[in-house]
């Protein structure tokens, strides 16, 4: 009897026990499996990525889809000479990543990209030596080029490399890697939209040369030097370019040469540029010029719909422009 009674009595300061302390054990577990919960259903923040030019915001969202803010500098003028806003320079030293052309083009931005704390991917510099054209090699002494240098550059690289879609294709390899490496957790979403971006710049590209080929040979006039990238890839060429610095008119001499090349041609297209203001060439010939804009910064691109990739808009509405003045010839 003794023994069966220190058995009750050691039951109940067993339940005792758990009451007082049962109930704040398994509290302590829930609490801890709801944090587990709510941390393994965390969003990662969204990178900050700040962009120079309307075409690199294109291909960056192109990529990042909706795991990124992407947001782009001010566009109070154009890339070879720009001042920058207090807000566009606060932007950069909060940015996790900057995608610019590079110092070779943006001197402007040369600074705030070493200040920022930002991993910085200038397209120029990662994309490989084969897809840059070096303009000076190629123009030599010419009255074109003779003394002067592609935007005060000399012997540099031809920086309009947005308007290579080979090149962009290599530069959205490397953004990707990037991004992946930044955002382990969004590494699938970045790989698959690179691949979509770079399958459909390679169906685009074959369309775009179907495109321009009943228009090879056509005349026409292009403002400044932005487009050799794009007619090299789509087989066109320009008869000239009307100014080396997009800054500075035409000279005298130079619309002297322009009259020389437009002797004997009865028709041409003259592309010029929002940036830049209008040159009028019908003084220097009798030819019937047919002017018409061309935007190789993408200014006044809308949004396209939400299935569009928006480079390949961006590019198509390049060569539609192109095609759609030469087929007036």
């Known amino acids: 009897m003794q ?9 109940k300061g067993v339940v005792a026990c758990w009451s007082s302390l049962g109930w704040a054990v398994l509290f302590g577990v829930c609490v801890s499996l709801m ?3 709510v941390s393994a259903n965390e969003t990662p923040q969204k990178l900050q990525v700040v962009v120079s030019i309307p075409p690199l915001k294109f291909i960056a969202e192109d990529v990042m889809g909706e795991q990124a803010d992407v947001r782009l500098i001010s566009q109070n003028g154009s890339p070879h000479h720009k001042v920058m806003r207090p807000s566009d320079i606060q932007m950069l030293l909060d940015a996790d990543l900057i995608l610019w052309v590079g110092q070779e083009l943006e001197q402007y931005l040369v600074r705030f990209v070493n200040r920022s704390k930002a991993t910085s991917l200038p397209l120029i510099a990662h994309t490989s030596e084969e897809n840059h054209r070096h303009p000076d ?7 074109d080029h003779a003394g002067h240098s592609h935007h ?5 690289v031809d920086p309009h490399l947005w308007m290579s879609p080979t090149a962009v294709q290599e530069y959205v390899a490397v953004l990707r890697d990037h991004l992946s490496a930044m955002t382990p957790a969004h590494a699938h979403d970045f790989k698959t939209n690179s691949e979509r971006l770079m399958a ?15 228009y090879i040979g056509q005349p026409y006039f292009v403002y400044h030097d932005a487009y050799a990238y794009l007619e090299r890839e789509l087989g ?4 000239a370019v009307l100014t080396v610095n997009p800054g500075v008119k035409p000279s005298a001499k130079k619309l002297g040469q322009l009259s020389r090349q437009l002797s004997g041609v009865t028709q041409a297209c003259v592309f010029y540029e929002p940036e830049f203001q209008q040159v009028k060439l019908d003084r220097v010939t009798t030819a019937q010029l047919h002017y018409q804009l061309l935007d190789p910064l993408g200014s ?5 719909s939400s299935d569009t990739l928006q480079y390949i808009e961006f590019i198509s509405r390049l060569v539609g422009d192109l095609t759609g003045c030469l087929s007036k010839l």
């Open 3 to 11: 023994f069966s009674g220190y058995l009750q009595t050691l039951s």
């Open 35 to 37: 944090t587990l919960n």
């Open 137 to 143: 090699e190629e123009h030599g002494a010419s009255d």
């Open 152 to 156: 005060g550059h000399n012997n540099s």
């Open 200 to 214: 459909a710049i390679d169906e685009s590209r074959l369309a775009w040369q179907v495109q321009v080929k009943p």
């Open 236 to 239: 066109l060429d320009s008869v």
């Open 300 to 304: 006044k691109q809308s949004l396209p």
